[in-house]
């Protein structure tokens, strides 16, 4: 891990500067909403892989005219970023497997939206690098929800 003190709202502004035009082209809207200056000691490359990752899938697994909105958040000790979108959602019972390296929810559309299916691995691996966690919510033909919490200090783990 290569920790430095990071500034998180700019790290999620230049995520999504960076996916816009993904977006634009699906003619779907990214909104960002930034509850307060958080400052945190992050990996940064780890860290902008994991955020990128899920503002990624919530962009290909969107509908035509959807929405993704991202709000980042704190408080005395951690920093949390929501990623909702308004798109197909994960069944209920696939949730458990997301996680899992080349697990694909939809085999059927895996060929045309692309992909490995490290995505959520990767993520997941680095947010727990972090000391951190990852939660979803999501409703079939609703949308998902990712909330990733973060410790605001980094500790390393004695070994």
């Known amino acids: 891990m290569n920790i430095s003190l990071v500034d998180i709202n700019s790290l999620v502004e230049l995520i999504l500067k960076r996916l816009r035009p993904i977006a ?16 945190a000691e992050i990996d940064e490359v780890k860290l902008t892989l994991a955020i990128s990752n899920l503002v990624e ?21 951690y920093f949390s970023v929501t990623i909702q979108d308004t798109g197909i959602g994960i069944p209920e019972d696939a949730i458990q497997n997301i996680y899992e390296r080349f697990y694909r929810v939809d085999k059927s559309h895996s060929r045309e939206i692309g992909g490995t299916g490290l995505g959520l691995a990767i ?24 909330t990733v919490k973060i410790p605001l200090n980094y500790i390393a783990s004695m070994q």
């Open 57 to 77: 899938n919530a962009i290909k697994y969107n509908r035509e005219h959807g929405r993704v909105t991202v709000t980042l958040d704190a408080d005395h000790q």
């Open 24 to 39: 634009r082209k699906q003619d779907i809207e990214v909104t960002y909403e930034s509850i307060r200056p958080v400052s």
């Open 123 to 146: 993520t997941q691996s680095a947010i727990l690098m972090h000391r951190g966690t990852i939660q979803v919510e999501s409703v079939v033909d609703e949308g998902t929800t990712f």
